[in-house]
């Protein structure tokens, strides 16, 4: 019964996904004329394949390895089922006929193929990963846990940080504010240091315009929010060792905080 | 003239006036609907069975730290900011970026949100997390829609999409050497078998994630370790 409702949930999940994937990544071919869903990565990928559907499907099915090895272990598909495994098998079924390049500009035809080729991965990786035996997921919750947990605590925060202060003056001044906010009041810095680079970028390459002002109008609103919520003013304000005012106390009570 | 010409040439005109279905504007919000349904029902099954999340080990590792008695803060807000960068960004340059927005935003991000609201219907019930998922897609979809046809043109920013996507990259490969640092405080065995695999993914050119990976899991089961 358990393996009969993965299969059904694991075949409706990977029909919608892959159609839609199949469908976006021919759109991309016409972006940005036509508003597509995909990645640049994707679509620098599929044209270098130059039509054969043998390099289409051996690309694939690398990161196919790749995306099985982590279901497997961790239960997470990775980001390349989407970007790469689906739209490049499903381009490798449309060209198997005549070789034809032009088979994966066609929106209607990838999205038929990427929901087939869909539904066929997305079943294979949920049945054999919830297959696998007990000690088998106690190895990977040792190994990937901890692993991932230096990654996003330590790992990312730094290099999105570096990467903020290498691209340029204001993106490193927002980065830094917002990162930093961010780790005192989320926890993590990740969030406030793309948000700080997506300000500083915005405002080099366009200037202050409408969306940049609103943008960081709607990022500081975001904070402010998530500070109240988190009851990080009220902790503010014992740790200057200071008495939390009673009004303060009653607006979180309001809010259920 | 063969057919494959003459596909062709009705793609082109379906492009010129964009009002078939596959290339239209309008129809983009049902292919995103559709889009979002599968992915945030992917988490629905990650969430029941432990299997099925559309995303890289680091991000779910986030989902996962919550549904473990932690705080969903880190993720709701790492999936929210990606989303809201994503969708600015997509709407400008014609690609919405599938990975940011909804593998990160709609497949983590909203749950994470949702889950710390302690509103777990639509993630527990798969028919629930279908339709919370294509709602949410359209909302997306429509979103993207406006902003194009009222911004168009206007700005020509990436938003610094580039510096984030490199950032992005650059964590994805300190993952394989994390994971032979932790294989190897798991156990001795445990170490070996990763990075033995390690190596053997390295020399047919493939990420060494995947191998360190294998390898630790084929010893675990061979010298199984205690919780």
Same mark, same amino acid.
């Given at each position: ?25 021919? !759109? ?41 090895? =982590? ?66 997921? %106690? ?29 340029? $003056? *204001? =993106? ?53 929010? =998530?500070?109240?919520? *988190? ?6 304000? $014992? ?9 303060? *106390? ?8 | ?84 960068? !994503? ?13 940011? =927005? ?17 509103? $777990? ?14 709602? %949410? ?12 046809? @009222? ?7 990436? @938003? ?20 032979? %640092? ?46």
């Amino acid at each position: 019964m358990h393996f009969l409702i993965i299969l059904i949930e694991s075949l409706i999940i990977g029909t919608l996904v892959g159609l839609a994937v199949g469908v976006g990544a021919a !759109r991309m071919f016409n972006a940005p004329t036509v508003q597509a869903l995909g990645a640049f990565r994707t679509l620098g990928e599929m044209n270098a394949s130059e039509g054969d559907p043998a390099s289409h499907f051996s690309f694939g099915l690398g990161f196919f390895f790749n995306a099985w090895a =982590s279901t497997v272990a961790a239960g997470s598909f990775t980001q390349d089922v989407t970007h790469r495994v689906i739209p490049n098998w499903a381009a490798a079924l449309l060209m198997l006929k005549n070789h034809d390049e032009k088979q994966m500009h066609d929106a209607k035809k990838m999205g038929i193929a990427g929901a087939i080729v869909g539904a066929l991965i997305v079943a294979f990786l949920n049945l054999t990963s919830s297959a696998l035996p007990q000690s088998l997921q %106690i190895t990977a919750v040792k190994v990937l846990v901890p692993a991932a947990t230096l990654l996003i605590n330590t790992v990312m925060p730094v290099i999105f940080w570096l990467a903020a202060i290498d691209g340029g $003056k *204001r =993106s490193g001044i927002f980065g830094t504010i917002f990162g930093g906010i961010a780790q005192l009041i989320m926890g993590n810095a990740v969030p406030g240091v793309v948000l700080g680079i997506l300000v500083g970028k915005g405002v080099d390459e366009s200037g202050w315009n409408k969306i940049t002002r609103i943008i960081l109008i709607t990022t500081i609103v975001l904070f402010i929010l =998530s500070a109240f919520f *988190r009851g990080i003013d009220l902790t503010l304000v $014992k740790q200057l060792n200071l008495g939390v005012p009673a009004w303060l *106390r009653q607006i979180h009570s309001v809010f259920g905080g | 003239m063969d057919k494959s010409d003459e596909t062709l040439k009705e793609q082109e005109l379906d492009l010129k006036n964009t009002k078939s279905f596959w290339y239209a504007d309008w129809s983009f919000p049902i292919i995103v609907g559709l889009m979002s349904a599968g992915v945030f029902a992917g988490t629905s099954m990650y969430f029941n069975y432990g299997t099925g999340a559309f995303n890289e080990v680091a991000f779910v590792a986030m989902l996962k730290a919550g549904m473990t008695g932690g705080s969903y803060g880190a993720c709701a807000a790492f999936g929210a900011s990606f989303l809201f960068a !994503r969708v600015l960004e997509g709407s400008l340059d014609g690609i919405l970026d599938l990975g940011g =927005s909804i593998l990160t935003g709609v497949g983590l991000g909203i749950p994470a949100i949702l889950l710390s609201m302690n509103i $777990k219907e639509p993630i527990k019930s798969f028919p629930l997390a279908l339709l919370t998922g294509a709602i %949410i897609g359209v909302l997306i979809g429509f979103v993207i829609y406006a902003i194009r046809h @009222f911004t168009l043109k206007q700005s020509n920013s990436t @938003f610094g999409a580039d510096i984030m996507m490199g950032a992005g990259n650059d964590t994805g490969r300190f993952l394989g050497p994390l994971i032979l %640092i932790s294989a190897c405080q798991a156990s001795i065995p445990i170490g070996l078998g990763a990075i033995i695999g390690a190596v053997i993914f390295y020399a047919w050119k493939k990420p060494i994630t995947g191998g360190a990976i294998i390898g630790a899991m084929i010893a675990g089961l061979l010298f199984p370790v205690k919780v």
